[in-house]
């Protein structure tokens, strides 16, 4: 397949994560820790509060008059009686006040009591993330000083450049952008390689027009048939509108029929998927034209709406996580979105949790490269950082034959 | 010689930071409690002596619930008025009686301001000679006091 040439490198923890450090890091988490703590049981004694007085003013319309003692400054009082009891001035805030009656007041406060509690809410999770940076501190800090070493490998063939490291599991995903920086050096490679690749497959692509048969799947007719019905939509849907479901449902059609012939192929499916896809469009006559007219004014729409196609791709890839939650191995060869979606091919087996968390960065960037690439050849995938400058980087194994 | 010398430098420095200062702002806070409550028998008798002054007999006031509700009130009998005396105790009062009390208390208040301020005086002369015995140690010339004419 390829020269599997290992570069790597040996990294001891102690030295990325000095140790008295870390530790200061974990005090200043937990003091943090603390505060939201006491804010937290500030919160909740106001809720208390809240609702005894909800109690207090639901039962003070039943009678006409209360005896009480009437307090006249903070240290004297006077025995009187309440009147008016369904009468209550409720302060608004900005000295602003308000006359309700007892069952007013209590939406009011019942309201109040709501928001409170989405405070609470809040600052519930805002803990638990200082909990998980705590403990993330500490095993750090007890990592380091056990002596743990970060190694890191990868071959100058992209195929399954993957950092791999003996540590924790924490680490994996800043090693994995760590990788990702230091694979720079073989992107020219594959770029080139990409670029090689794509010419081969417009080659196919016309010679595939001449031809009726060329599907390899039995599936790719219904595929075809229901993308035939579904491309206006999706084309449309994907420009930028919010008919995100379409573009999952045509999407997951398709994909559910492809995954397991992914599950066999591996590789090779990708391949054979965007020769699909090219052949899906050019297979049947009423699709050719439109894939012609789609590749051209696909492209520019594409150019002239980066953003939204970004965003429309975002959603659709948020229902295709969950999507590939339910059937492991989903690829969505959707139109508008072949690259973070076969990116997520290749990545399934690092789970969806990197999918789901890396199509941000890759579906922004990615309609750049769409002058270079043809529609079924934008299998440029993105990195699962997202942080990257947006490279013409793929982990897919296409452009090897 | 010089490190007994930082050593006790040192040491005073710590009783400082450690001892005085804490107990200073400690002080300090007592007695602005203590001004709170004068303030509060102080606005006290001024009321009373308005309602005398104006012969209010009834009252209505709006009575706060909790978390700024309030109700409509009515006091339908001023005459007769119950004062905190301390120790969870309230006292039925005329006004006349009230106004002695709060005037006895008052002066009970003002001699426990007194102490403290005398306490807190006395803290930061402590400090002061601290450091003081601090500037000697590390023989800084004394910072000269700026005499005033003193007819």
Redesign the interface.
Known sequence: MGKSEVKGTVTSLSSMFPAEEVQKAAKMVEEKLSEKQNEMNQLKEFIA??T??IN??QK?PDELHHD??????????????????N?????LGESY?TERTAKQ?VEI?KR?GKSLESKVDALKAVMQDLKAEASFFDSTASEAAEGLVEIREYEEDNSTERASQSGSLELETPSVAEADNKMGASEDDEYARIMSRLEELEKEELAAEDNEENLEDEDEDANAVESDGNEDELTKAAEGDGDEDELTKAAFHRKKDECYSYLDHGQRYSESQSRKQLQQFNGKEPIEEMSNKYKHQDLTKQFASTGLTGEPVTKGEISHGQIIQQDTQTLSPSINAFAPFEKKSVQTSKSEFDSSKAFTGSIVEHTQNLDKSSVGTNMTSLQSSGSQPWKPVSRFKMQRK | MDSLRHEKIQKFEEFVDRRLKPDLVHAIAERDKIFDQQKIFSDLRKNIENLEKNSVTSLRTLVNLGSEVYMQAEVPDTQRIFVDVGLGFHVEFTWSEALKFISLREEKLERQIEEYTRLIASIKAQIKLVCEGIRELLQIPEEKTVEGRVF
């Open positions: 509060d809240n005894s007085l207090l003013v003070l009480i003692m009437v307090p006249f400054g903070k240290a004297a009082f006077f025995p009187g009686r309440l009147i008016h009891t009468e209550f001035l409720v302060l006040y007041t406060l109040r």
